[in-house]
């Protein structure tokens, strides 16, 4: 059964980088049909996607987080990770990393993480 | 435009069936999926596709769309279908992830 982990600091402080990884396991982050992503949630709010990524290297980024936003693949280590640059307040959320499954008509997130609350604070 | 709209509260009578519904014009080319997330606890999919439901999610729980609606349907709805719902889809135009604002259902 695949299993997703995430990691990284649970601070981080306005203007600097937010960091994480993604473990997976009981699969491969190489397996060619999935496509890996990063989910975030803001306390009380919903939803927001920010970016997906293929073993292969391509990319899909949120709109208003493309500047910001970097992705990238270690197969060895079968994870993918997450960058977000120039953080404030407003990206304090938990992120969630998740396998996304796509058909012609059809994508969907299955399994997600348990996600990481990350504070944006001084 | 790119965007998913969910009433933001429903609530239903134990027992009874309540509809959850999602609307945007990508729905008119693409599937919603649907997924259900309790405090604290990471969303999980209950339904993916024209109608499909993950191993372990019960067949209370059904999809359905029509033009550039897509509905979740929990017939006979339980004390612990209570939670916060999303529908999802993707952008007509590109590769993008569409989701929606979220329902939060209460089971009176």
């Known amino acids: 059964q695949l299993h997703l982990q995430e990691s990284g600091p649970g601070l981080v402080k306005p203007s600097e980088t937010l960091s994480l990884n993604c473990t997976v396991s009981?699969?491969?982050?190489?397996?060619?049909?999935?496509?890996w992503a990063w989910i975030r949630q803001p306390p009380g709010k919903g939803l927001e996607w920010i970016g997906i990524?293929?073993?292969?290297?391509?990319?899909y980024y949120n709109p208003s987080l493309r500047s910001r936003v970097g992705l990238s693949v270690d197969t060895s280590k079968n994870q993918f990770s997450l960058t977000l640059s120039s953080v404030t307040a407003a990206d304090t959320a938990v992120y969630y990393c998740?396998?996304?499954?796509?058909?012609?008509?059809?994508?969907?997130?299955?399994?997600w993480g348990q996600g990481t609350l990350v504070i944006v604070s001084s | 435009s790119s965007e998913l709209t969910q009433d933001p509260a429903v609530s239903v009578a134990l027992g009874q069936t309540v509809r959850i519904t999602c609307q945007g014009d990508?729905?008119?080319?693409?599937?919603a999926s649907w997924y259900q997330q309790k405090p604290g606890q990471a969303p999980v999919v209950v339904i993916y596709?024209?109608?499909n439901r993950p191993s372990g999610i019960p067949d209370r729980f059904s999809g359905s769309s029509s033009g550039n609606s897509a509905s979740l349907t929990i017939t006979g709805a339980q004390a612990e279908d209570a939670a916060d719902y999303y529908c999802?889809?993707?952008?007509?135009?590109?590769?993008?992830?569409?989701f929606g604002g979220g329902t939060k259902l209460t089971v009176l």
């Open positions: 009981g699969g491969s982050v190489n397996n060619s049909p999935y496509y």
């Open positions: 999802q889809s993707r952008d007509s135009s590109d590769n993008h992830v569409l």
């Open positions: 990524i293929h073993y292969s290297g391509t990319t």
């Open positions: 596709g024209k109608n």
């Open positions: 998740a396998r996304r499954i796509m058909m012609v008509r059809d994508n969907w997130f299955d399994p």
């Open positions: 990508s729905l008119r080319s693409y599937y």
